[in-house]
């Protein structure tokens, strides 16, 4: 029940992608719940980040963190 949860969440893409971001390192994890750009920018929680991620007058940031993600999956 709750693996279907998790796949069936409406925002389950941007979830992976933060999850990939912090296993590149552009996306820091902060304990359990708090999560910070690699510059020190405070994001939020996970919902927080994942909305950021969506606003489009972030999209540069967003842009940044995939090509981290894409060079840290050559290594």
Do not use: C, M
């Not at 296993?23 to 909305?51: H, S």
């Amino acid at each position: 029940k709750y693996f279907l949860e998790i796949v069936n969440h409406p925002q389950y893409d941007e979830r992976i992608f933060v999850q990939e971001a912090v296993e590149a390192g552009a996306i820091i994890r902060k304990g359990d719940k708090r999560y910070t750009l690699d510059n020190g920018a405070e994001l939020g929680d996970l919902t927080d980040v994942v909305n950021y991620l969506l606003n489009p007058d972030n999209q540069d940031v967003k842009l940044r963190i995939k090509g981290k993600i894409e060079l840290s999956k050559r290594s």
